[in-house]
């Protein structure tokens, strides 16, 4: 059985080496990767000493703990990667604020700290008394959650500046699961002061010790390298007669695709109408990142922090690049990675981007403008998946075509669905198990 892969990014790739461990033919596979390079939203960049990841700021952490030493064995184990204590903060003003915002209300000035606190205590007492519904639109879910208060001060501009659309655009859907509801005493107990703590499931993390968090996929290409086709895009999907598809004129019994589905309309020439017009509406975002080299021979001891505030400069988030490896800038320099984003399909910010990003995290007190050593720039078109009130009906009848065609969605785009690392290498080899069981069967 002869396996197509459409993607070289960390979905295409742990689907492949799973496939090569469990004993399946790796002559027998091929990857079709668009870039002169493998990792997809993992890939990382090195300027004159200094790295950073193109897509924003990431870690290696998961609830799966098999999964996560299976990445870190395959990118050279232990040694290799550096465990690092979670800090992240929110600027505000200028004071920094504990993460999450419920949890560091004794940190703001008293005026805000009432509005918060009186809005969450409202809010968690018309849920927990009138069992009022959780709303369907993003902005009214912030209310209904937090109260307004905190929708005021943090939530509403903070999500404002990512998601680059009115909130009663998007769906609450996506945030179930992904935001613990944080106890009413702890709450309380943080506006006046006493210390709580909120998403303590990501407190440790790891992260390579060199080569940015591209070194994971490196490692997890490296039994690979003969299958894959490097600066090869896919241009044609057509579906052959008996059963399969050709992919660039080439046959295949299956085809597994982590392209894009937006994509997928300008390679299946005969996709029918509606099902075009589904995966082309899919709503995204996309990220431009900023590296700043700066002059300073170290950082506070944090590792990453929010921006919710316009007056702040497009900049959403800070992640302080080089603490997280010794490794990622050289000797007596530090550096930042700074994400802005913009919505999917529109142009790139042009060159006024840096200027406002730097004055906006200066003005943030974050740093000093003669510490800055140069700015590099990446920008990443699908970066993340945004969860509008058409998503769920397009992404349905988008899955149901691919499956009912005999393609094989997998990844954060192929299968529009927000996973992170981990939970694209757990699919992977969910999907690897299916394939190798067909292949015995057939």
């Known amino acids: 059985m002869k396996i197509a892969i459409l993607g070289a990014g960390v979905s295409g790739l742990a689907l492949a080496r799973t496939l090569g461990e469990r004993g399946f033919p ?7 990767e668009a870039d002169g390079v493998v990792g997809g939203l993992c890939r990382s960049k090195s300027v004159e000493g200094f790295t950073y990841d193109v897509s924003g700021g990431h870690i290696l952490f998961s609830k799966d703990r098999a999964v996560m030493q299976w990445m870190k064995d395959c990118a050279g184990g232990d040694e290799a990667f550096v465990q690092r204590e979670r800090h992240t903060k929110i600027r505000f003003g200028n004071r920094f604020v504990h993460y999450p915002f419920e949890n560091g209300l004794g940190d703001l000035p008293e005026q805000p700290k009432f509005e918060c606190l ?15 519904p959780a709303p369907r639109d993003f902005k009214g879910w912030i209310r209904w959650r937090f109260g307004d208060g905190i929708a005021r001060h943090f939530m509403d501009p903070y999500n404002e500046k990512v998601w680059k659309r009115p909130l009663e655009e998007i769906s609450s859907a ?20 006493v210390r709580t703590e909120g998403y303590t499931h990501q407190s440790i993390f790891f992260y390579p010790r060199r080569g940015g968090f591209q070194a994971i996929t490196d490692g997890i290409a490296s039994t690979l390298h003969a299958r894959i086709r490097l600066s090869t895009p896919v241009t044609d999907l057509v579906r052959a007669r ?9 046959p295949f019994d299956r085809v597994v695709s982590t392209l894009p589905l937006n994509a ?35 950082h506070p001891d944090l590792s990453w922090i929010y921006l919710p505030h316009h007056d702040q400069g497009p900049v959403n988030r800070v992640t302080y690049m080089s603490n997280y490896s010794p490794e ?22 042009g060159p006024e981007l840096e200027r406002e990003a730097l004055a906006g995290i200066e003005g943030a007190g974050l740093l000093r403008r003669e510490e800055i050593l140069f700015v590099d720039r990446s920008v990443c078109r699908y970066a993340y998946i945004v969860y509008d009130h058409q998503l769920f009906a397009r992404r349905s009848a988008a899955l149901e075509w691919c499956e009912t065609n005999g393609i094989v969605p997998l990844g954060r785009f192929g299968r529009y669905d927000y996973f992170n690392s981990d939970q694209c290498v757990i699919a992977a080899r969910a999907v690897a198990e299916e394939l190798l069981a067909g292949a015995q069967v057939g």
């Open 264 to 298: 997928m309309p300008e390679v299946v020439r005969e996709m029918p109408a509606g099902v075009a017009e589904a995966m082309r509406g899919l709503a995204y975002n996309s990220i431009a990142t900023l590296l700043v080299a700066l002059d300073r021979p170290a």
């Open 242 to 250: 008996d059963g399969g598809w050709r992919v660039n004129g080439e």
């Open 174 to 193: 996506w945030v179930a699961g992904r935001v613990p509801d944080a106890p009413i005493d702890d709450v309380l107990k943080a506006a006046i002061g």
């Open 26 to 32: 790796l002559a027998d596979l091929t990857l079709f």
């Open 328 to 349: 990622l800038a050289p000797a007596g320099k530090t550096s930042f990675l700074c994400e802005v984003t913009f919505p999917g399909g529109a142009p790139a910010p």
């Open 118 to 132: 009186q809005g969450y205590v409202q809010a968690w007492h018309l849920r927990d008394k009138h069992a009022t």
